[in-house]
């Protein structure tokens, strides 16, 4: 297997605290919905809380974009690691105290989904900049996998640990892998970058990156199909109410359904950069975006826990494997002075509609169940996506391949290769 990327020091770098820092937050998105879940009894209340981590990215998001276009990116990541890591340790001091109550989650919720408005940007745009281009699929694969395949680690720690040390220990754990983020950011050791001087206002940046995005069919397109995707494929808030009430399995069970999907990236991330510069990216990326909903229809009326496990995992392995196509497509498809505004577009597609859509199905599990809730939505995506698709024929027939260019093969020199 090529792992051609991880040849370059600062690449690794990045790679290791992309690894440690979707383990904690996946770790946090167990405990958090297990505590909110107990505090609450409430798959609506569950569902709220997307409100308060998607509306702060929402909004913080585009500016980030800008800035990552504007400032130095690493700078940004270990500024937002500082808050972010002292953020973590608050959750863990207020159940050892046993004061915590639902609000004080969705508080640091806003705080925690404002921060990486400007962090997810900043690192999107970075990736580029540490490898060749003739690299940028595979470093693509390894980056857009470590989320998902992380869901195979992190859920386990969170579920576990609550079993085994509870809630309060487990936040600390939390807090202690965000620490660690923040000392592979500070290893990292980028060359002194000029940067342009800014000729228009942040919100006038903002504007002619949505321009620029939209001119573009491909982009567009894609962020199209993203959104509903993000808005109506879901399922991971409603895994408490599949743990607990349809499947009887526990935390511990919980834990290994979170998990699931992350076994099945793993093996979507093998394939993804086996595969390298597949040629036939936008085939691939819709074959993965229609098969990954129906994995999760039956995922949805599945009562056997092993059944539910193997359908978990074949959805894992569709999303990564879509999910590296469509990444490598933006990245191939924009420009370096754009880059940051549109990654913080894509950005905002899954880390901003992704929570809000925690709240339609939580209100829908409410009232049909949380298997219809589902399994309802993914079969109505389908549909919205074959309509897209006759209206963008440009994305199922693209073939891109990644072009040499020497200012990032020079660029790619400077950043350190070992």
């Not at 939209?214 to 397109?221: E, P």
Request: net charge positive; with cysteine; glycine share 10%.
């Amino acid at each position: 297997m090529n792992l051609g990327p991880l040849r370059y020091r600062n690449f690794r770098f990045i790679w290791a605290s992309w690894i440690l820092a979707a383990t904690a937050s996946w770790v946090h998105q167990v405990v958090t919905n297990w505590l909110i879940f107990e505090l609450t009894d409430s798959p609506f209340m569950l569902g709220l809380n997307g409100i308060f981590t998607s509306i702060p990215f929402l909004i913080t998001s585009l500016y980030g974009g800008a800035l990552a276009d504007r400032m130095d990116r690493r700078k940004i990541l270990v500024i937002s690691q500082v808050i972010t890591t002292l953020l973590a340790i608050i959750p863990g001091i207020l159940t050892g105290l046993d004061i915590i109550q639902v609000w004080h989650l969705y508080i640091l919720g806003v705080f925690n989904a404002t921060i990486t408005g400007f962090d997810g940007p900043a690192r999107q745009a970075l990736i580029p900049t540490l490898v060749p281009r003739s690299d940028l699929m595979r470093a693509v694969a390894l980056t857009s996998a470590v989320r998902r395949s992380m869901a195979l680690v992190g859920p386990m720690i969170g579920g576990v640990g609550i079993s085994l040390v509870g809630v309060t220990w487990t936040y600390f754990i939390y807090a202690a892998i965000q620490g660690m983020v923040l000392i592979c950011l500070a290893l990292m050791r980028m060359p002194a970058v000029e940067l342009p001087k800014a000729k228009t206002s942040m919100t006038r940046s903002i504007v002619e990156g949505f321009r620029s995005a939209y001119d573009n069919r491909v982009i567009w397109g894609i962020l199209s199909i993203e959104v509903f995707h993000t808005f109506f494929v879901t399922y991971r808030v409603l895994l408490p109410v599949f743990a607990r009430d349809i499947l009887s399995v526990g935390p511990t069970g919980l834990g290994f359904l979170y998990s699931a999907p992350g076994i099945g990236a793993l093996i979507g991330s093998a394939l993804s950069i086996a595969m390298g510069d597949v040629k036939k990216k936008g085939l691939l990326f819709t074959i993965s975006a229609f098969t990954m909903p129906l994995a999760l229809v039956v995922f949805a009326f599945s009562k056997s826990m092993p059944m539910s496990l193997v359908f978990l995992t074949l959805s894992g392995l569709l999303d990564i494997v879509g999910g590296t196509v469509r990444n490598t497509m933006l990245q191939l498809s924009i420009t370096e002075q754009m880059r940051g505004r549109v990654m913080a577009m894509n950005m905002m597609v899954h880390r901003g509609v992704g929570p809000l859509s925690n709240l339609q199905s939580g209100t829908l599990a409410s009232f049909v169940g949380a298997p219809w809730a589902v399994a309802g939505t993914s079969i109505f995506f389908i549909f919205y996506g074959m309509f897209m698709l006759m209206r963008y024929p440009q994305i199922y027939r693209y073939q891109g391949t990644a072009r040499s260019s020497s200012r990032s093969s020079s660029e790619t020199d400077r950043s350190g290769r070992h």
